[in-house]
């Protein structure tokens, strides 16, 4: 389903300890783990993303 604000709502499963860790990370950069995990999912598919143009210029 998608939200007003063009977001879907989606669930995944960790492990408890990597749950704990965003948690902290999250608490200590004083957003959200949801927050926290949206931007680390945008920042490494970026990064694909980029990869992939670089390996098309060889």
């Keep these: 389903m998608t939200t007003k ?3 879907v709502t989606t669930g995944i499963r960790i492990p ?3 749950n704990r860790e965003l948690a ?3 608490d200590y ?3 959200t783990k949801n927050a926290l995990i949206s931007q680390a999912c945008r920042e490494y598919v970026d990064m694909q993303q980029e990869k992939r143009r670089q390996k ?3």
């Design 5 to 7: 604000r063009g977001r």
């Design 16 to 18: 408890s300890a990597l």
């Design 24 to 26: 902290e990370v999250a």
């Design 29 to 31: 950069l004083g957003i």
């Design 56 to 58: 098309g210029r060889e």
